[in-house]
């Protein structure tokens, strides 16, 4: 089967900074798919790189694009190679959509993502008036005194029932990771996610038992690749799952169906047709009942439909 295939890249600036221990983050670039096929029925796509998590950059998901030309088979949807997870994401799911069109609503709890460092302390209240009651914040930014302090300030001042995941970005080392779990179990956070660096997986499967608050890996297992390697390794707490990045969506579904895996599904900040295919992904997925991480929307200042549309028009 071949497909009338136009792509077209975006940007979308953060209403502020996404500051973690990889740095700061001003700006979402990706490509928004369109394949049509030979009875006109159109499947969209979203190719939203995240390099510093391992996938492809902006600019070899472009490369690999505009090299495709204005036709693309079924065949080579699914030779895309493994060094672009984003590529096959994107386009694979765009395939998808048009042999299965996606269903528009979903009824999954999110996790809100607070901003880093103090500013936390004065969002969360509009982020519980709209309903959310699980937050994840992020760690590994501050120096860790100043973190466990402003750490103190929230916990205390959000109500009993909220949960609370703590997000490191990799930026802690053994003893900063051990004096957060020891904060954790204390006031019983969710999990922690990716206290130490990509690489040291061994090491945090030795802190993982030893505290109760469970360890989440998520730069550890960004790609479908990294995710067999830790499963195998004998990694079994929350895997967090961010599907635009992971790579293929039919891979993807195959390993979790056949392993019962404690999964979190993480946004990239994609616009919504990278979250319909990823919610999608969620809903054929078996996992435990925790809130997804896609309550990124307060992220952005425009409104996503218009902001689309209007993207579109230009094509
Ligand atoms: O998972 C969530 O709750 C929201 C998404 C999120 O936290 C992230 C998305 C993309 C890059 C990272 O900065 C961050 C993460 O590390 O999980
Ligand atoms: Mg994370």
């Known amino acids: 089967m071949v497909y009338q295939l136009q792509f077209r890249p975006y940007q979308r600036s953060f209403v502020r900074s996404l500051s ?4 700061n983050w001003e700006t979402r670039e990706g490509i928004i798919i369109k394949l049509i096929d030979e009875t006109g029925v159109i499947g969209w796509g979203e190719i939203a790189p995240l390099p510093w998590f391992g996938s492809e950059s902006l600019a070899e998901a472009l490369d690999f694009c505009s090299q495709l030309g204005k036709e693309i088979t079924t065949e080579t949807i699914f030779s895309i190679p493994d060094e672009l997870p984003a590529c096959q994401f994107g386009l694979q799911s765009a395939w998808e959509a048009i042999k299965q069109p996606q269903k528009a609503t979903f009824n999954f709890k999110f996790s809100g993502l607070l901003p880093t460092g103090e500013a936390a302390l004065h969002t969360w209240q509009k982020l519980w008036q709209e309903g959310y009651r699980t937050f994840k914040w992020k760690i590994g930014v501050l120096p860790i005194t100043a973190e466990i302090d402003l750490f103190n300030k929230l916990i205390q001042a959000l109500p009993n029932e909220a949960k609370v995941r703590l997000d490191a970005n990799g930026g802690l080392n053994w003893e900063k990771a051990i004096e957060w779990l020891e904060i954790c179990d204390r006031w019983q956070i969710e999990f922690l996610e990716q206290p130490l660096a990509l690489g040291k997986e061994k090491a945090m499967l030795e802190l993982s038992k030893k505290y109760s608050t469970p360890l989440a890996l998520d730069e550890s297992v960004a790609t479908i690749a990294q995710l067999k390697a830790c499963y195998q390794l004998g990694l079994r707490g929350i895997f967090v799952i961010k ?3 992971a790579g293929s969506p039919f891979h993807l ?13 993480s946004s990239v900040f994609e616009t919504t047709i990278g979250r319909q295919a990823a919610l999608k992904l969620a809903t054929e997925i078996p996992s435990k009942n925790r809130a997804l991480g896609f309550g990124i929307n307060h992220w952005f200042k425009e409104d996503e439909e218009t902001w689309l549309a209007s993207l579109w028009n230009h094509l």
């Open 253 to 265: 579904r195959e390993f979790c169906q056949q392993n019962n895996l404690d999964i979190v599904f």
């Open 243 to 245: 599907p635009c990045i």
């Open 20 to 23: 973690t221990s990889h740095g």
